[in-house]
Structure formats: structure tokens, C-alpha cells
């Protein structure tokens, strides 16, 4: 398998790591500490249109590869993790308005979406429906050419900062997973209102927050694919959701090593460089590794979705591998720093927190095995 990438390709990241160098990696330390939403970061890649990376350039897109989106997303959080967390939590209302929208419906949203005119949203999650997405409860009652929403979604990245959304509900509570649809909805629509925003153990300026229906009128026209199909919808944007995630936590864990191996080379005990020192050489040597072998899992499932091929088995395995390598990197690198590692001068105090997200997030680690064995209990024959 051939991951060579193309001049273009080459040129694209090499404009995404000069921004990340120059305007986002200095303040990164800043904005995982702050409340505030960094729109300055988000619409600086806009600038460089880099909100629709792999849409269709008539679509208002990059016209490029999910590979190059993948890269990308890894740059960014490689950078700034919080920035990386946006800009994957975008391509989340992207994605299924570009696979699954009529025309008029990837005119109006998709168009705005994928130029960076505006951010996006994902909404799937409720209070009492995290792993059982077929148990969420918010429902669509048919009204004529509308359907009125009432009910609540949970932990909405971009939840409140976003403009448009879209948000799995069920229009026929008794049909379980068959009576799933999807819908696009603007922010502004009366009804559709934002609770809390969600005190987390880190990303404090990543907005999480309650999305409140209560008697929201849609039209009829802001249904995507068909009414009872949202549960297709719904699992194919996690699958997309999932090779994102791992390439953010393969960037943090790219990063967390990075300043572990700065770290030992300047940390002196015993009158050596700890970095001469067997035990932390074994560290750095099983994390340079975990973080390779993951980085390809997750470039594997891009270029599986990029041939058009099944990738839902090895998106799995990508968010899986490379979320719980992401754990295993920052605990070292902590390790390596020592009592530095505990102190929120160091960055990997940040990065410590940071990295238990992707072990829950678009599918616990739990979940993904699951997924992972009907995978292969499908494919062995």
C-alpha cells in the first residue's frame, strides 16, 4: 500500500504546518487553557480553505482526498488539539449532507459549509443514549409539510458556536433503529435553543453543549436521504468520525513524544541526560512505535474510504489503536517529566487530560470492539 503523496498533497501540508507553527502552536497552551472558542484559529483555515478538504470543488470543497483530510486533522492536533477537535467535529455535519443530500439541500448548506462561511455540527448523543444510539428519545412528529423536534442532545461539539446541524431523531419511537431520520437544522429556527456547556476535564474552550428542542418546527425539505434512514446516515458519519479521531490522537500522541524526547535530552540526574539512561530510551522506543504502527492503521482506513472500499471494520480499529495509544504515549511522556509532568507549566499535564477524550468519544474503546468483532466474525468465513 503506497501512502506517497502527490506534489500537491505535499504543498497543502506544508502551508497547514507553517500555519501551525507560526499562529497556533505558540498559543496552544493558552487556548487548551481558556473558555473561550478560538474563531480566530477557525477562520484562519478558512482562509485557506481547509473547512471542506476532500468536498467537491462545485460544492465549495478542496476537491481533495480524505487521506489529505486526515493529514491535516493529524497537523492540527499536533498543533492545537482543540482546533483539531473543531475542525474534525465540522466535517461531522459535512459529511452526510455531501453523501446523503439532494442538491438544493448541498446548495444551501453544504456550499456555505465546505467555504467556511460557517461551522457545523453533529448531533446524535443524548443524556440517557451514548453507546445505544438506537435509544435516543428526541423525536420528529410529521406536521403537514414540517415535522415539529422536541427533546434534548448531549455533549454537541460546536454545539451553540455552530450554524447548521444535523440531528438524528427518531420519527417512529416504536421502531427502534428503522424509525431513525435525519434532519438539517439551522441555528436561529424558533424552538431550537442551547443549554449548558459542559465543565470538562480538559478542551475548556471546545464548546460541548445541550441542544434543546421543544416544539421546533423543520421543513420537510431539510430531511436527509429519507424519513426512517437515519440510522444509516447517523453510522456512516461515525465511521468518517472515527478515522478522524485517530489521526487527532496519533497528532497529540506525536506531540506528547516529542517534548517527552526534549525532555530527556535536557533533564540531567546522576550528572547524565536521562535521555542516556536505558529505562527512559525503552519509553521513547515503544512510543515511537505505537505512534507509527497507528498513524498507518489510521492512513489505512482513509485510503479505504477514499476507494470506495468497506472501511467501517478498520475505522474502528484506527480510533480504537491509535486513541488507546495516544493514553499509553502521554502516560509515559508525564513519566519522563517526572514532577514536572504534574505541573501545568509543562504542556503533557494538558496533554494527559486531553488524550482520555478519544478513548470515549464517537464510540467508547468498548463499542469499538464490538464493532470490530462482528467485523470479523463477518469476514472469516
Not at 417512529?172 to 465543565?199: C, N, Q, Y
Amino acid at each position: 500500500m503506497d501512502f506517497s503523496l502527490t506534489e500537491e498533497q505535499r504543498l497543502i501540508l506544508k502551508t497547514v504546518k507553517e500555519i501551525c507553527n507560526k499562529e497556533f502552536s505558540p498559543k496552544a497552551q493558552e487556548v487548551g487553557r481558556s473558555s473561550c472558542f478560538p474563531w480566530e484559529n477557525v477562520k484562519r483555515l478558512a482562509t485557506y480553505d481547509l473547512m471542506g478538504v476532500p468536498i467537491p470543488e462545485e460544492y465549495g470543497g478542496l476537491g481533495k482526498d480524505f487521506l489529505t483530510w486526515v493529514l491535516i486533522g493529524e497537523e492540527l492536533s499536533f498543533s492545537c488539539t482543540t482546533t483539531g477537535a473543531i475542525f474534525g467535529a465540522n466535517m461531522l455535519c459535512i459529511y452526510p449532507i455531501y453523501m446523503f443530500g439532494n442538491e438544493q439541500q448541498k446548495r444551501k448548506y453544504l456550499v456555505p459549509l465546505a467555504r467556511g462561511e460557517c461551522l457545523g455540527a453533529f448531533a446524535l448523543t443524548e443524556p440517557d443514549a451514548g453507546s445505544d444510539a438506537a435509544g435516543i428519545r428526541t423525536t420528529a412528529t410529521r406536521d403537514g409539510m414540517e415535522y415539529v423536534l422536541n427533546g434534548t442532545k448531549a455533549f454537541i461539539t460546536n454545539g451553540g458556536e455552530a450554524d447548521i446541524y444535523v440531528v438524528i431523531v427518531k420519527t417512529r419511537l416504536e421502531r427502534g433503529a428503522r424509525g431513525m431520520s435525519a434532519f438539517i437544522v439551522e441555528k436561529g429556527t424558533p424552538g431550537f435553543t442551547f443549554g449548558k456547556s459542559e465543565d470538562k476535564m480538559a478542551y475548556p474552550g471546545l464548546a460541548n453543549r445541550e441542544l434543546v428542542f421543544s416544539d421546533c418546527r423543520v421543513s420537510h425539505d431539510n430531511i436527509l436521504l429519507q424519513e426512517g434512514r437515519g440510522f444509516r446516515v447517523a453510522m456512516e458519519t461515525l465511521d468518517l468520525g472515527r478515522i478522524g479521531m485517530g489521526a487527532g490522537a496519533v497528532g497529540l500522541a506525536r506531540r506528547a513524544a516529542e517534548e517527552a524526547v526534549k525532555y530527556s535530552k535536557q533533564r540531567v540526574q546522576f550528572g547524565s541526560p536521562i535521555s542516556s539512561f536505558q529505562a527512559i530510551q525503552f519509553y521513547l522506543a515503544d512510543m515511537a512505535t505505537e505512534i507509527e504502527a497507528a498513524r498507518l492503521l489510521v492512513l489505512k482506513a482513509a485510503n479505504m474510504r477514499d476507494k470506495g472500499e468497506e472501511f467501517s471494520g478498520i475505522a474502528a480499529m484506527a480510533k480504537l489503536y491509535a486513541s488507546e495509544v495516544a493514553m499509553r504515549v502521554v502516560n509515559k511522556a508525564t513519566q519522563i517529566h517526572g514532577g514536572y509532568g504534574y505541573i501545568k507549566d509543562y504542556p503533557v499535564e494538558r496533554y494527559f487530560r486531553e488524550a482520555k477524550l478519544f478513548e470515549i468519544v464517537e464510540g467508547t474503546s468498548e463499542i469499538q470492539r464490538n464493532v470490530i468483532a462482528n467485523y470479523v466474525l463477518k469476514t472469516v468465513q
